[in-house]
């Protein structure tokens, strides 16, 4: 099972509470940077199997349907927020108008063939609109927890000035991944995978889903000519 830990408490010995019954369940892993955890309920629990999307990025402005104690409601997504308050975001949210008040974190966001396509992450602090983390990101820590307990990021040896208005590399660090498949300073990053790059925070979310060993191609531009490279990520250095 899947949840959005709180802020402050701690997720090593977690309890599953259904009405006033307490289910002994076990912590697998916990991402605080998303601050999703993998819970397995011990004895004969066995949550409903629900089938996930594999990404939100179809649904970033769509009709939803929140699913809570008292059915379906329906909700909507309008688009992604990258930053809060000034803050660049690890990744990208899913923003969502909810016709009455945001639902607890970890409530499933299905489409319209019944999937999850995102869950809810904390209210937006503002009316009836809340933030929720998009089912690539579960697909993305679940990877990595479910075999070692932990986030694996990837590196790719890089850096950008968080300052800039367009994602301009500004170092490239010896010996990396990106240094070894010739990216320079000064290109500009236009995508990763298949995330495209408009700005700093654009790039922040593309990095948090490059994975350690598995390739990903990368678009510069490097003055009139496009290029495009592979990398390979490696786990961080330090």
């Not at 179809?58 to 909507?76: F, K, W």
């Not at 969502?96 to 409530?107: A, D, E, K, L, Q």
């Not at 408009?198 to 990095?207: L, S």
């Amino acid at each position: 099972m899947v949840v959005v830990v709180s802020v402050g408490s701690n997720p090593v010995n977690p309890t599953l509470q259904f009405g006033n019954r307490s289910i002994p369940v076990k912590m697998i892993g916990h991402d605080p940077v998303s601050r999703l955890g993998f819970i397995k309920g011990e004895g004969n629990t066995a949550p409903k199997s629900m089938e996930w999307a594999a990404d939100a990025g179809a649904n970033a402005n769509a009709t939803l349907q929140s699913m809570e104690p008292a059915g379906l409601i329906p909700c909507r997504a309008t688009g992604w927020v990258k930053q809060v308050g000034g803050k660049i975001l690890p990744l990208a949210l899913l923003r969502v108008n909810f016709s009455r008040s945001v639902p607890p974190p970890g409530t499933p966001l299905l489409d319209d063939a019944g999937r999850v396509v995102a869950i809810v992450f904390q209210s937006s602090g503002g009316g009836n609109i809340g933030y929720a983390l998009p089912a690539e990101a579960v697909h993305r820590v679940l990877r990595d927890v479910s075999a070692g307990g932990q986030l694996s990021r990837g590196w790719l040896g890089l850096a950008l000035r968080a300052e800039s208005q367009i994602p301009r590399i500004s170092r490239v660090l010896p010996d990396s991944p990106a240094a070894s498949a010739g990216v320079q300073p000064g290109d500009l990053l236009l995508s990763i995978g298949a995330r495209q790059i408009t700005d700093y925070a654009d790039a922040v979310n593309a990095f948090f889903y490059v994975i350690p060993g598995q390739p990903v191609t990368a678009k510069l531009l490097r003055g009139v000519e496009q290029l495009e490279v592979t990398l390979t990520p490696t786990t961080p250095k330090g």
